[in-house]
């Protein structure tokens, strides 16, 4: 299965500027489908950013996320070349993660 998360992050001095974007349906459990039938909620709870076992960002989210969220943030310790991993976890156990360089 191809990922479902897309990352950017640009090296600019000592400054890291990231940005994701994660493919994921977000349904909040109040919307009906054509049938008229209420769709279950399944929406990311964790996100979590780690550059090696530095934490650098962790996120928790709930049904008001819209649909494939961007997340972006700038943070600081990192260089070009370094590897920045992102991952997430739903509300029903299903996850995803992807490693990145910096450029």
Known sequence: MASTIRVRAIASGDVVDFKALLRHPMDSGFVKDSDGKIIPPHYIEIVTVKMGEKTVF??????????????????????KGDAVAVSWIDNKGESDSTTAKIM
């Open 58 to 79: 962790t996120a928790n989210w709930g049904p008001a996320v819209s649909k494939d969220p961007y997340l972006e943030f700038k943070f600081k310790g990192a260089k």
